[in-house]
């Protein structure tokens, strides 16, 4: 099937679910050259994004000696660490709160380089060619932000996208629960991908809102008195991990073993669409109305189909 084509062409009408979208991302950056992330750029960079472009930030440099901030905190890190030798921010739109971080940086006197996905954005025309990093994406709805975020988590693995996606469709030949039966998850993930708990803590929210109660901890967390409540309708989802103790209903997903934060995001992306599928569309009935509105919050056009 050639998943990139359906989001070249789909409308508001029949907008693809989220297992979809990873499947056409991977089949896009199979078929690309993916840039690295310069990782040596600065010795102690400030790194900043918004939702989940501030959690790849995190994925990206999260062993290196980084200083980490959001749209709340970055004036102020700014402001107070002196040793910040240049300002790195990622934004899939290169809009919204990146211009304004541009902006303060600049007034520090900071270095900058902008990771974005859009060669026209508003914090881009503030700065020079070499002050950013451009990365090819799909056409995809608002917020689905897989082929935006994922050449970048690549930028920096090199994992290989075909074998992602062989894995992928392994999993979406395996046995899966009807996820009709549960109204509520719990997703486990192994240690060494615990910073992909933000990135599915926001997406949980985009996708479902408060209509799923979900909870997102690492093998080593959930230890610590998190499952004392249960509900006999909640599935504990495991990544890599393989779970014989937590909840009564449990689906555990492997994860290969040269697989890194592209893997793990592409298998819970493909297995949140699975879930997607199996409820009312709620995103799909609301993203026209929702970006409307964020618009108004931001003065600029924000559309439901990011092009």
Not at 258 to 281: E, H, L
Request: with cysteine; aromatic share 12%.
């Amino acid at each position: 099937m050639n998943y990139v084509k359906i989001m070249q062409e789909f409308t508001l009408k029949n907008i693809p679910n989220l297992d979809t979208c990873v499947l056409a991302a991977l089949e896009l950056f199979s078929s690309v050259k993916i840039p690295s992330i310069p990782l040596k750029k600065f010795k102690r960079p400030l790194v900043i994004g918004s939702g989940n472009a501030a959690a790849t930030g995190k994925i990206i440099f999260n062993k290196h000696d980084a200083v980490f901030a959001n749209e709340n905190t970055y004036e102020t890190k700014l402001k107070t660490i002196k040793d910040i030798d240049g300002v790195i921010i990622f934004s899939a739109s290169g809009g919204k709160h990146a211009p304004l971080m541009v902006k303060a940086a600049k007034k520090r006197k900071k270095p900058v380089l902008l990771i974005t996905n859009n060669p026209h954005s508003q914090a881009g025309e503030l700065l020079l060619s070499k002050e950013k990093l451009i990365y090819l994406k799909n056409r995809e709805p608002y917020t689905y932000n897989t082929s935006t975020y994922m050449p970048m988590i690549l930028g920096k693995t090199k994992e290989d996208p075909k074998k992602i996606m062989k894995f992928v469709n392994k999993i979406s030949k395996m046995k899966l629960p009807n996820f009709k039966k549960y109204n509520a998850f719990y997703l486990i993930l192994p240690p060494e991908f615990e910073v992909m708990r933000d990135m599915l803590d926001k997406k949980f929210v985009e996708m479902f809102g408060r209509q799923i109660p979900y909870t997102i901890f690492s093998t080593e967390y959930i230890k610590h008195a998190t499952t004392i409540v249960e509900r006999v309708d909640e599935l504990y989802i495991s990544f890599g991990y393989n779970n014989k103790i937590w909840g009564k209903n449990r689906l555990n997903v492997p994860l290969p073993s040269w697989g890194d934060y592209a893997t793990i995001m592409a298998v819970s992306y493909f297995i949140m669409g699975k879930i997607q599928r199996s409820r009312p569309a709620w995103f799909k009935k609301n993203i026209e109305s929702y970006c409307k509105k964020i618009s108004k919050v931001f003065g600029s056009t924000i559309k439901p189909i990011v092009e």
